[in-house]
Structures are given as C-alpha cells and as structure tokens.
C-alpha cells in the first residue's frame, strides 16, 4: 500500500459535484504538486486529505490509516493567508505548537519545559532566516516572512504530509523564488511527504516530482454543476521534466465528452435552423 | 483643489476640533447673562460662579444630616453599580458568547435564546427586578446585566465566527484541544473587540444606571439629579451631567488605552475606533 492512497474519492454538497472518481496513490517522500482551473477542486482535495472535509463516497488513507473525520497533527498546513496566529510573536508562534502539546489544561509550558520549548523555537527561526524578527508580530512582517513562519510552525510537529494550498500565490516572484528554494531544501532534509496546490505551472514542474491536473471531463450544459472535476494527468517529474506522462484513462473520456457537447451543440444549432 | 483632498494641518485641527466646545460654552453664557440680568433669581441657566458654588458645596462640604461628601459618594455608588454591572456582563458575554462562536452545539442551544433576550426592552424588566430582588443595588445591576449582556454576548459570538477557519484548522494541526483552542487561539484574538463591545455598551449601560437610581435609589449620580429636579435645581444638574460626561469619557479613554497597551497587535494594521 502507497503511503498516501485516495481511493474512488467523491465529493459533493447537495445536488454540487465538486470532485468525482479520485483515486491516486502517492508513495513516501513525494513532491506532489497540483493544479487545474478555479474551482475544480483542488482545494477540496486537500481538505479532504487534511480530514477537515469528509468525501461523500471513497476513503483517504495515510500511512496506511484511514484519514480520522477532523484535521490531526498527522498533517500540517499551510493556506495562502490566515495561517499564522495574528496575537503572537514570531517566537510564541512556534513555542504554541509544544504547549499543545505537553499542556493540555493550561495551553502554556513553564520553567525548564518552556526553556526548552524556546530553544527549540529559536533553532527553527534560525534555520528559516528569521531569528531577527523572533518579537515581533505576523502584521509586523512581509508576506514572504510570514510564509516562512508558517511553514515552520508547520513542520514543529514533525507531520507525515504537509500540505500547502497556494503558499506563494500573494507573494512577489522574486520572494516565490526563494521561497521555492527554501521549500525544497526543508523537503530534500526532511524527505517530508508533500502535496501543494499552486496556479502557477511553472512552479509545479519545477518542484513537484509528481504533477497532478485536476479538470472536469464530463459537462452537462443544462446542469452545469452535476459532474465534478478528476485526475486528468498523472505526470511523474524528474528535474522539472516529465518522465511518463501517463494520462489517466479519464482523458480519453475527456475527448467523448468533448465530442459529445459538440455533437450536441451541433444538433442543437440544425434543429433552431429548421 | 477639491473639498474632500483638502486635509486641516495641526492647528488648525485643534481649533476646528474645540470650535463647538466654545461655540456651546459661549452661547449658554450669553444665554445665562440675558436670563440672569432681567430676573438675578432665575433658576434655568446658572452662571459659572453659581454651578461653582453649587458643586463647591456638594464635594467639599459635609452634608449635613448624613455628614457625607455627596459628589463623591454619588459617583462612588453609581461606579460601583456601573463597572460591577459592566465586569459580571463581560464574564457572561465570554462565557457564552466563546461556546456559541466555537462549537456548533452550542450555538444550536444558546444562538436562537440569546437572539430573544435582546429583543426584551430591558426597562420593561426594572419592575420585575425590583419585585424579585428588592430596591437594593441587586435589581440596579442587574437590570445593566440584562440590558448589556445579551447584546455584548452576540458580538463575543459573532467575532468568534469571524476568526478565520484557517486559524482553526491551523490549531487543530498543532495538535489543540478545544479547550486549548479557546484558551489560547480563540479568547486572546476576540479580547480586543470585546473591549471594544464593553466600550459601546457602556453607553447603554449609563442609561439603565440611571434610570434604575431615577427610579429607586437612596445616592448616585441619577438619583441626585432626579431629586434635584424638584427644585430646579439647575446649578446642580448641569455640572452632574458633565461629570458624568467626564467620567464616560474617561472610563471609553482607559479602555481603548489599555487594548492598545495589552492588545497591541489587534492595533498595528488598519484605524481602530
């Protein structure tokens, strides 16, 4: 069994299909980068592996575990914004993570449990570039340095997946970049499993060693909302190539579809003509 | 260049900003002048010198039958109700409004309850309060209990639900309990806009204080001017009421000051009131 294995995944809120037919296997210390059109789901997906979102049908396990029906330290995260806590320091920011878990009735470490939770803070703050700011607040910081806090208060509790949705996507490109390089380097140290959905293609190539492309392939044009979008390539990457591209078989189905509508769209336009 | 890009320097924001003030001062003046010069014991608009003289009166010199110093006595009983009152409102807010933000249970229970409440006109309860808990200071608090605590535990709740999700479920990944979510994530962040919530209800608040000592009280602010009134007593009232100004004033000035103080990272971005 791979590490990571969504399995028939289906998701959808009341008559809305937002995903359908996702089934992907990912082994131990991948890159995987997804992306694909707005709303396509990609977020969902990530939700759905993080727990916060149960799927209607089909089941998510890590490490061999079904994924529990609430977001666990098992996995980090990072969001585009909102990921890091606005009424903390940059240092109190990584000590949290420790006092949760070590103080469950206070939510705070004290004495030599706290010195040593700060230590450790300290060597993180280090070995992402921002010891300097260590007091003051996430307002107080650019938006690439408060990425940086979040991924570091992410990886605090050693997650088996982390997970990023959009990390970079309000940074400037210059930032992105070096934000790109100091992601590889935690992945490359750590051999963390990761999943990150990006718009920028770019970016998924050059990072990923596994591109996944989430797309709807069936449409209903009187009910525009009816399928959901799936895996329609499966690309494994090497050096920001791609080594086989195996498009799934869903991408034949895309062509049908495709044919479909037109036929349709054709008979349509004869039927209005006569 | 056009009205609206037009921005006052310094001074002049300074005198346009105390323009009413002198513009209401001079104008009860002049009033007051006219009034007293045709009738020297007209009651309605004291002079300076009279309001002095009342007040005067009333913080330095013993009263005679209680020997009290009335002014301070008054403001002491009126800001014990008024911040007792305003200290058990916050605790409710928070005990509430934190569960009824946070977890979906508790907001099925308490959100349709709390809703209700506030609609209650909380001067339509002062009867039943003092029938229930007597004329003593009991009834006068909690009718500032019943009148805050509702509204400030809608805003507790409502600001709660506006934490990001992302704060949540960040939490959650760190490994937090729900204890430990209110503890740490969720009460530090909604603090300040609960400051904020006791500093618009202490608005309210002085409206139910006063009314309640208008009604039944033995000593407080309300109490005296209402028993003032009867002999139109002027010279009394208005100072009181700038008094009470003064120290609504004060107690909205302190609060801010200490959110930005302890909160000093809710005021680093955008123009808190």
Known sequence: ?274 | MRLINQRPGHSERLVLGAMLFVLLVAAYLIGSDIRLSENPDDKLLPSLAQMGAAIWQLAFQPEQRSGDYLLWTDTAASLARLLGGMTISALIALLIGIPTGLIPRARAAFAPFVTAICLIPPITILPILFIVFGLGETSKVMLIVIGTAPYMARTVAQAVADIPQEQIVKGLTLGANTWQMILRVVMPQIMPKLITAIRLGLGPAWIFLISAEAIASTGGLGYRIFLVRRYLSMDVILPYVAWITFIAFTLDWLLLLYSRKRYRWAHLSGTAL
Not at chain 1, 215 to 237: E, F, N
């Open chain 1, 1 to 274: 069994m791979s590490y990571v294995e969504a399995r028939n995944i289906w998701v959808a809120y009341g008559a809305v299909s937002v995903l359908e037919r996702v089934s992907i296997a990912v082994e131990r210390g991948t890159f995987c980068t997804i992306v694909g059109a707005s709303g396509c789901g990609k977020s969902t997906f990530l939700r759905v592996l993080l727990g916060q979102e149960q799927a209607t049908r089909g089941a998510v396990y890590v490490d061999g575990q079904r994924v529990p029906e609430e977001p666990t330290s098992e996995c980090g995260i990072v969001f585009q914004r909102y990921s890091v806590f606005p009424h903390l320091t940059v240092l109190q920011n990584l000590i949290i993570p420790a006092e949760f878990g070590a103080a469950p009735v206070t939510g705070r470490l004290f004495g030599r449990r706290y010195a040593r939770a700060r230590n450790a803070a300290m060597a993180m703050l280090g070995h992402i570039g921002i010891a300097h700011a260590a007091d003051l607040y996430p307002a107080q910081l650019s938006g690439g340095m408060q990425q940086r806090l979040a991924i570091a208060q992410a990886l605090l509790k050693q997650p088996k997946v982390l997970l990023l949705d959009e990390p970079f996507g309000a940074l400037d490109p210059g930032i992105r970049s070096d934000m790109q390089v100091l992601l590889l380097s935690i992945w490359r140290e750590t051999g963390m499993t990761i999943f990150m959905v990006t718009h920028d293609i770019a970016e998924a190539f050059r990072l990923g060693t596994r591109l996944i492309v989430f797309d709807k392939v069936r449409h209903d044009p009187q009910h525009p909302t009816a399928y959901g979008a799936t895996i329609t390539y499966d690309l494994r990457l090497k050096n920001g190539k791609a080594l086989d591209g195996i498009a799934t078989p869903h991408l034949i189905e895309t062509k049908t579809a495709e044919e479909e509508r037109a036929t349709h769209v054709l008979s349509l336009s004869e039927t209005s003509r006569a």
